[in-house]
């Protein structure tokens, strides 16, 4: 089984409409993320969560909100969908090693989202 | 602000040779993680190797291996015996001490040609 799981894979909606990303992940990390793909623009950084309580803004949050319903999930959420948001999300997840402040993240396998 | 800059947008590569795909990036930090990953056709954003900054040896993982220069910001990745299933987007990758956002580059896209 995936230890970080996206839903749905695949999303086609129209503009105005009000949608949710789901992420789930039994890594058992307390730290979620949520990333946006354009072609030619690698990942950017939408929101991200260090645990249930604690949420904050990325690089590009205009038009998003998230939800941190437990340390396993993280949903995304687009209140009013729009054309420029067509892209392809990923979820992704980290916990801090012992002895440092680095981190690796490890992603789910991506939502691919179409808003006409 | 940290910037990562991958100045290949495509290469390509015969099966069994070898490739250098490129990145540069910059940053003030001294501790810092670099990292590889790998974007095949089903778009799954796969680990393929990481770096510490304060470690001068440079890490390898089976046929994937990097030279990590730091004095010149330079963080390259080898494929040796290149194979079919390496065919795919690469994305090298920051994070710093200082913070928690993974910085990507624009990503060099490999074919791996039989």
């Known amino acids: 089984d995936a230890d970080v799981t996206q839903t749905p894979r695949n999303r086609i909606t129209k503009t105005g409409k009000r949608i949710m990303l789901e992420c789930s992940q039994t890594?058992?990390?307390?730290?979620m993320y949520w990333y946006r793909q354009d072609p030619g623009l690698g990942l950017r950084l939408i929101y991200y969560?260090?645990?249930?309580?604690?949420?904050n803004k990325g690089e590009i949050s205009d038009g998003y909100s998230v939800s941190r319903q437990a340390q396993a999930k993280f949903s995304l959420s687009l209140e009013s969908a729009i054309p420029n948001q067509t892209a392809l999300y990923f979820c992704?997840?980290?916990?801090?090693?012992?002895?440092?402040?680095?981190?690796?993240?490890?992603f789910g396998p991506g939502t691919r989202l179409l808003v006409l | 602000a940290q910037t990562v800059t991958q100045s290949q947008p495509e290469m390509s590569v015969q099966e069994a040779e070898t490739v250098t795909l490129s990145c540069t990036y910059d940053?003030?930090?001294?501790?810092?993680?670099l990292f590889w990953y790998k974007q095949p056709p089903s778009r799954q954003m796969i680990l393929v190797i990481r770096?510490?900054?304060?470690?001068?040896q440079n890490a390898t993982e089976n046929r994937f291996s990097v030279n990590f220069q730091k004095a010149a910001k330079s963080f390259s990745l080898k494929i040796s015996d290149s194979q079919l299933g390496d065919t795919a987007m690469y994305f090298c990758?920051?994070?710093?001490?200082?913070?928690?956002?993974?910085?990507f580059g624009k990503g060099t896209l490999l074919t791996v040609n039989p």
């Open positions: 992704a997840t980290s916990d801090l090693p012992r002895g440092g402040p680095q981190e690796t993240q490890y």
């Open positions: 890594k058992g990390h307390d730290r």
């Open positions: 770096q510490e900054a304060y470690k001068q």
């Open positions: 969560s260090f645990d249930v309580k604690d949420i």
């Open positions: 990758a920051f994070i710093g001490s200082s913070n928690y956002k993974l910085t």
């Open positions: 940053t003030s930090e001294n501790n810092y993680y």
